[in-house]
């Protein structure tokens, strides 16, 4: 990660954003490129990469997923965890938290039956980061990936991520061999809110 969005950067922006609007945080709706991606998948072993306040990590668990969430904010991961406990005990027994940087953390070979990797921000090498999380991806699994643009591509103008190095669909299919991944989506998408810019959206289908 550039210094600018390193793990110093994002512990205090938690802690800033969770002490003036912690309530809020907690009731933030999952991702809607994901629940339109994963809503028709039957639950089974996933890894939410970069969960941050967790809203995906526990929209999957209630949905029957066991489900591995990884960032490298204690605070955030502090506040998903307390807020999956307010939920229940049904959806928090299926919840590990973990501490760890997506920058080197690198998944359990072959063992999950969806990898999400939503809005991270990349250190080094964006194919890098997605070969690293592919692995992680079981025969007849799904990698889904979102990545803020920050270019608007229809227009050439810069959107809020102006700056960032996030997931783009020309690196994560060149980082992905066709001969063991199925595209089944990879295209650049308005993000939900009008106005708030385009997302990079990739789901792929490892092939078994």
């Known amino acids: 990660m ?3 969005f390193d793990r110093g950067f994002w ?3 938690w802690s800033q954003a969770l002490r003036a609007h912690g309530d ?22 996933a890894l939410d990469a970069g969960c941050g306040h967790g809203s995906d990590t526990l ?28 939920i229940g005990a049904d959806v928090a027994e299926r919840i590990d938290w973990v501490e760890g940087d997506l ?15 939503l809005y991270v921000h990349v250190a080094g ?11 992680g ?7 889904f990936l979102v990545g803020h643009r920050p270019i608007d591509p229809a227009t050439g103008a810069a959107t809020p991520a102006a700056g960032q190095v996030q997931v783009s669909v020309d690196e ?7 001969a063991r991944w199925e595209f089944v989506v990879a295209e650049d998408r308005p993000r939900a809110t009008a106005g708030t810019g385009v997302d990079a959206v990739i789901c792929a289908r490892r092939l078994s």
């Open 103 to 117: 920058a080197t953390w690198t998944p359990q070979p072959g063992h999950y039956d969806l990898v999400a990797c």
């Open 137 to 143: 991806v079981a025969p007849g699994g799904t990698l």
């Open 125 to 135: 090498s964006v194919e890098e980061m997605v070969e690293r999380m592919a692995t």
């Open 11 to 13: 512990e205090e922006r």
């Open 24 to 45: 809020a945080v907690a009731k933030r709706p999952p991702n809607t490129h994901l629940t339109e991606a994963a809503g028709n998948l039957g639950p089974g072993i």
């Open 172 to 178: 994560a299919v060149a980082a992905l061999d066709p």
């Open 2 to 4: 550039t210094a600018a």
């Open 59 to 86: 929209w999957l668990a209630a949905r029957g997923w066991q489900v591995t969430a990884v960032d490298f904010s204690a605070t955030a991961l502090a506040h998903a965890r307390s807020t999956a406990a307010t």
